[in-house]
Nanobody
Framework: EVQVVESGGGLAQPGGSLRLSCLVS????????ISWARQRPGKGLEWISE????????NYGDSMKGRVTISRDNTKNTAYLQMISLKPDDTGVYYC??????????WGQGTQVIVSS
């Protein structure tokens, strides 16, 4: 059974940082691209970043470019999204997904990020 579990969200102050984690099981993690996306209140799903299986290729969307870093540890079946300089507009639910180019076949329930003073 495939499982994708995001964690690391929570309350952050404007200008603060968070590191999200994505622990997966049920498939060979090191064979797959992993992506992060978010859904902000009242808005659609927004792609943030993706990383290739050997972590040599990382791509970022415009919405958080320069403020996020994607990474992965294939020995731990875990992907990460480091976020800095958070803004209230970053509030939303953040999802980790298997796949690339909007072809996602597995994702978790998301982790809530709230940026507020």
């Amino acid at each position: 059974e495939v499982q994708v579990v995001e964690s690391g969200g929570g309350l952050a102050q404007p200008g603060g940082s968070l590191r999200l984690s994505c622990l997966v099981s049920g498939f060979t993690f090191s064979d797959h691209w992993i992506s992060w996306a978010r859904q902000r209140p009242g808005k659609g799903l927004e792609w943030i970043s993706e990383i290739n299986p050997d972590a040599r290729v990382m791509n970022y969307g415009d919405s958080m470019k320069g403020r996020v870093t994607i990474s992965r540890d294939n020995t731990k079946n875990t992907a990460y999204l480091q976020m800095i300089s958070l803004k209230p507009d970053d509030t939303g639910v953040y999802y980790c997904m298997r796949g690339i180019d909007w072809m996602f076949d597995y994702w978790g329930q998301g982790t809530q990020v709230i940026v507020s003073s």
